[in-house]
């Protein structure tokens, strides 16, 4: 896909956009990369997560954390990348107080993964974004700023709980065009890496975060224009909105004659724009070197292989075989593979003999509405799949209506409870006697002449008051489909 940022202001026509993404996703490892410390830094008490390891003291030494490979090439190869026979970790040297060694243990020239791709749709059209590769690093600590980090934080404090954390970075292709493709292609790859189970994809905590890499170039041109790093997004939505002011504020210095820097900017959120933070290092200056304490590793074929018989059905194709298998929209198919989670739960439904529609409709309809409305994902609920799956085999048995099944599910979702025991207790059973129906049907006429005569005159919509009329007389549970036909007939007779 090519073409310019389809933004206000973005001198359409005079520059093609060209943007590369960086995501750094922490791994989902009891344990930290290189040490036995666990890896849930954020419940921990400020720097209780820590040993002579990930403090960087001296005289220790590494240990490679087993798991961290694993997820790593799991992802590499649901990012469709190859996996070299051999990798090896080297050192990345720079200081920043957050960083006690002095050094990051990443990966340079070697990484455990090379030569991907993502596709996903945008606008109706397939985009294709190279990945150059997966590696794995090991991640820093926190720092706590007193003030506005951006501007002039007054004090900073020091959480290293978060040093060494398992931290994988997946490299981009300057692929990209528009910030609504960036923005795409981090949904589609934090949807994967959340299937495959390496990572929690939260990006208010930071455990799924980016850079984005940017520059302008005229169109037809093959160099790269100058490349501006945009840092500090934590939200799909910021990272739009961070690369649409990025192009603006490029597009106007570009108009005025001006010469862009490489640099590191920082988004802010509250006035909409990137500021200046620090001039953009190049590869050379971190000084990478072979890490003396970690051997080479060598990936055989037959550790790849296992890996990759791991990996679960990915979004994309469960969505296709979906419409396929059920008979469902791409639209229907979609949604309900959106989690993992929610897809095992529509398979369960209709395992447990939910018609493959009626379970795609209540599930993306009711049941969805409910788990915003209450926070609580039906695996959660008290209601469950089972529980669901009992209440809408009584909707297609015919035994409870649409009304009386969404008064249980909005009951029973949080409570729980068995939706064939309260259905009998209470006498919620559908009315669906025809001859009853009809006594009841012949009654509504009766009470209700002038609606009567106002159907049979055209006015469709007199129907409605009919029907009531039905439903209020057996409390909401006569068969409504049931009752607007035999309606139909009476009026057309008499």
């Not at 344990?31 to 040993?51: E, H, L, Q, R, V």
């Not at 590696?135 to 007054?154: I, K, N, R």
């Not at 984005?212 to 224009?225: K, M, Q, V």
């Not at 409570?415 to 059973?429: H, I, K, Y």
């Amino acid at each position: 896909m090519t073409g310019t940022a389809t933004l206000p202001g973005a001198a359409l026509g005079r520059y093609e956009v060209v943007i590369g993404l960086e995501v750094h996703a922490q791994l989902l490892t009891r344990s930290k990369m290189f040490c036995p410390c666990p890896a849930d830094y954020i419940s921990a008490a400020p720097n209780g997560n820590t040993c002579p390891v990930c403090l960087g003291l001296p005289g220790v030494l590494p240990t490679m954390n087993e798991q961290a490979v694993e997820y790593t090439v799991r992802t590499a190869l649901a990012l469709h990348c190859e996996i070299p026979p051999f990798t090896k970790f080297d050192r990345k040297n720079y200081f920043y107080p957050d960083l006690p060694k002095g050094y990051q243990i990443s990966q340079y020239d070697l990484p455990l993964s090379l030569n991907g791709y993502l596709e996903f749709p945008v606008g109706g059209e397939t985009v294709r974004c190279g990945i150059t590769r997966v590696h794995l690093e090991e991640d820093t600590g926190t720092m706590h700023h007193a003030g506005d980090v951006l501007q002039s934080a007054t004090s900073s404090l020091i959480d290293l709980n978060r040093c060494g954390v398992p931290l994988m970075e997946i490299v981009g292709e300057p692929d990209l065009r528009t910030p609504e493709a960036a923005r795409e292609y981090l949904v589609r790859l934090h949807q994967i890496l959340m299937y495959i189970g390496v990572n929690d994809g939260n990006l208010e905590k930071g455990s799924f975060r980016c850079d984005a890499n940017i520059s302008l170039r005229p169109p037809g041109a093959t160099e790269l224009g100058v490349k501006v790093e945009v840092k500090n997004m934590n939200s799909f939505r910021a990272v739009q909105h961070a690369l649409e002011s990025e192009i603006e504020r490029q597009t106007g210095v570009l108009d005025a004659g001006g010469t862009l820097v490489q640099e590191t900017r920082g988004w802010v959120e509250t006035q909409g724009r990137t500021i200046s933070q620090r001039s953009k290092e190049q590869a050379h200056d971190y000084r990478y070197f072979p890490e003396p304490d970690l051997p080479p590793l060598r990936l055989g074929a037959e550790y790849v292989d296992r890996v990759r018989a791991s990996l679960p059905e990915l979004p994309e194709a469960r969505a296709r075989r979906f419409q396929e298998q059920f008979g469902l929209t791409a639209y229907d198919a979609a949604v309900l593979t959106d989690t993992r989670e929610d897809a095992d739960t529509y398979e369960a439904l209709v395992g447990a003999g939910v018609p493959a529609k009626l379970a795609a409709n209540w599930q993306t309809g009711d049941v969805a509405a409910l788990a915003n409305e209450h926070r609580m994902p039906l695996q959660q609920s008290g209601l469950g799949v089972n529980g669901l799956a009992s209440l809408l085999r009584l909707v297609d048995a015919g035994t409870i209506n649409g009304p009386t099944a969404k008064e249980l599910l909005a009951e029973l979702y949080v409570s729980g409870g068995n939706p064939e025991a309260l259905v009998r207790d209470r006498g919620l059973a559908q009315v669906s006697d025809t001859a009853a129906l009809i006594a009841l049907v012949d009654a509504a006429i009766a009470a209700n002449p002038a609606a009567a005569a106002d159907f049979r005159a055209g006015k469709q919509q007199a129907l409605g008051q009919l029907m009531r009329a039905v439903k209020d007389a057996t409390g909401g549970k006569a068969d409504m489909p049931l009752v607007n036909r035999l309606l139909r007939e009476r009026l057309s007779e008499q």
